[in-house]
């Protein structure tokens, strides 16, 4: 299992972690998601491109890299 580590962009109340959170789990091969206003960091099979556009695709003026 790897961790990727993940910089966010744009996340700034409670709702917006829930957010970003969620969709990072709905990712196939997502295990665990530890989540700061900043920072993200997944467990799992998944890969970094799918994690990235995963949030993108919330169209809520998140980032990640």
């Known amino acids: ?3 990727i580590n993940l910089t966010l962009k744009g996340v700034a109340t409670p709702e917006d972690l829930n ?3 969620t969709a ?3 990712v196939d091969g997502v ?3 530890e ?3 900043e920072w993200a960091e997944v467990e799992g099979r998944a890969n970094r491109e799918a994690l990235i556009k995963a949030i993108d695709y ?3 003026g998140f980032g990640a890299e």
Request: no cysteine; proline share 0%; hydrophobic share 45%.
């Open 58 to 60: 919330l169209k809520s």
């Open 35 to 37: 989540i700061g206003r």
């Open 1 to 3: 299992m790897s961790r």
């Open 31 to 33: 295990e665990s998601v």
């Open 19 to 21: 957010r970003v959170t």
């Open 24 to 26: 990072l789990m709905m």
